[in-house]
């Protein structure tokens, strides 16, 4: 008899060492499995790679300025109070390729200060004192509580972003199961956002993998 399908997101500082790296095993080994089997072709001709925010999952493409850069970052021009706002819109994945989604990662603690070289985003983005910036009171704030995976027309999993809130040295969390988008299927990813106010920005990273046939983006 099956257990539960285990779809919560776990924070990473609640992990043991090489938790994470053995979900990212698992997924990899049974997502090659499965597209092996769908394609009928040997696993030496698919290649693994990570999953690109905009050419694999239409990732920002929703907004009323769509985003058509491949960059986790997401400013938000119209979200909806006390609902999910959609930031793929309706998807469908591409021919031959199969994606799994198995964690997240808040990166606001790479923003930088430099409008040059340094930061990945201007000056006029950071919030806190410059002088001392990395110390937990100088985050820009996370306007995203909750993610949303849509695929086939079935939610899959709506993970809680503030499990690992108050691990401010480790903003990422995993699950112990991946959501799979195989190809040519329907999906749609949502945030819910904390506040509806114009100009936000989300810092958030889906964590997941590509398997492909070689060739069809890199030849390794």
Same mark, same amino acid.
């Given at each position: 008899?099956?257990?539960? @399908?285990?779809?919560? *997101?776990?924070?990473? /500082?609640?992990?043991?060492? +090489?938790?994470?790296?053995?979900? &990212?095993?698992?997924?990899?080994?049974?997502?090659? &499995?499965?597209?092996?089997?769908?394609?009928?072709?040997?696993?030496?001709?698919?290649?693994? !790679? =990570?999953?690109?925010?905009? !050419?694999? *999952?239409?990732?920002?493409?929703?907004?009323?300025?769509?985003?058509?850069? =491949?960059?986790? *970052?997401?400013?938000?021009?119209?979200?909806?109070? =006390?609902?999910?706002?959609?930031?793929?819109?309706?998807?469908?994945? /591409?021919?031959?390729?199969?994606?799994? #989604?198995?964690?997240?990662?808040?990166?606001?603690? +790479?923003?930088?200060?430099?409008?040059?070289?340094?930061?990945?985003?201007?000056?006029?983005?950071?919030?806190? =004192?410059?002088?001392?910036? +990395?110390?937990?009171?100088?985050?820009?704030?996370?306007? $995203?509580?909750?993610?949303?995976?849509?695929?086939?027309?079935?939610?899959?999993?709506?993970?809680d972003l503030t499990s690992f809130e108050g691990y401010t040295d480790k903003l990422a969390g995993?699950?112990?199961? @991946?959501?799979?988008?195989?190809?040519?299927?329907?999906f749609n990813i949502y945030y819910y956002f904390k506040t509806t106010a114009a100009g #936000?920005?989300?810092?958030?990273? *889906?964590?997941?993998?590509?398997?492909?046939? !070689?060739?069809? $983006?890199?030849?390794?």
């Amino acid at each position: 008899m099956e257990g539960p @399908a285990l779809t919560q *997101l776990i924070p990473l /500082a609640e992990m043991t060492p +090489g938790q994470v790296g053995a979900i &990212r095993n698992q997924v990899v080994t049974q997502l090659v &499995r499965l597209v092996a089997s769908e394609l009928n072709m040997a696993s030496e001709k698919l290649v693994v !790679r =990570d999953v690109r925010p905009f !050419r694999d *999952l239409a990732m920002y493409a929703a907004g009323t300025t769509a985003a058509t850069i =491949d960059e986790w *970052l997401y400013d938000a021009t119209t979200t909806t109070a =006390d609902a999910f706002t959609t930031v793929t819109g309706s998807g469908t994945m /591409a021919d031959q390729r199969w994606v799994a #989604i198995f964690g997240v990662r808040d990166l606001r603690r +790479g923003v930088g200060v430099h409008t040059t070289g340094m930061g990945l985003f201007e000056a006029t983005t950071f919030v806190g =004192d410059a002088t001392s910036f +990395g110390k937990v009171a100088d985050l820009p704030g996370q306007v $995203v509580s909750l993610v949303k995976i849509n695929v086939g027309g079935s939610d899959k999993v709506i993970w809680d972003l503030t499990s690992f809130e108050g691990y401010t040295d480790k903003l990422a969390g995993f699950s112990p199961s @991946a959501i799979i988008i195989p190809q040519n299927s329907a999906f749609n990813i949502y945030y819910y956002f904390k506040t509806t106010a114009a100009g #936000i920005r989300a810092y958030l990273q *889906l964590i997941g993998i590509v398997v492909e046939p !070689r060739g069809k $983006v890199v030849s390794p």
